[in-house]
């Protein structure tokens, strides 16, 4: 039974840094993509960031590039995203992903979701 799990989150105020964490069990990852989605207050689930994990290849939402980076350990099962320079409009409960094969923006594509970890960014 395949499980992921979110942790890092929390509160912090704008300009600081976290680091989101994925750890997957029941299978394997790495022929898939992995990936971060956000969801804030009254918003669409919207992508922030995959990778795919043999490759290493990483994606990311434009407006996300040069604050947010995703890594992942093969060995470890687990994805970061590595958040930095917060804003309060990154507020929003996050959600790791992982789909069989290459990354799409579309989070109707994922097959397994975590629970997601509430990140709040104060001004």
């Known amino acids: 039974q395949v499980q992921l799990g979110e942790s890092g989150g929390g509160l912090v105020q704008a300009g600081d840094s976290l680091r989101l964490s994925c750890a997957a069990s029941g299978r394997t990852f790495v022929s898939y993509t992995m990936a971060w989605f956000r969801q804030g207050p009254g918003k669409e689930r919207e992508f922030v960031a995959a990778i795919r994990m043999s490759e290493r290849f990483t994606y990311y939402k434009d407006s996300m590039k040069g604050r947010f980076t995703i890594s992942g350990d093969s060995a470890k099962n687990t994805v970061y995203l590595q958040m930095n320079f917060l804003k309060p409009e990154d507020t929003a409960v996050y959600y790791c992903?992982?789909?069989?094969?290459?990354?799409?923006?579309?989070?109707?594509?994922?097959?397994?979701w975590g629970q997601g970890t509430q990140v709040t960014v104060s001004s």
């Open positions: 992903a992982a789909r069989m094969g290459s990354a799409t923006y579309n989070h109707y594509d994922y097959e397994y």
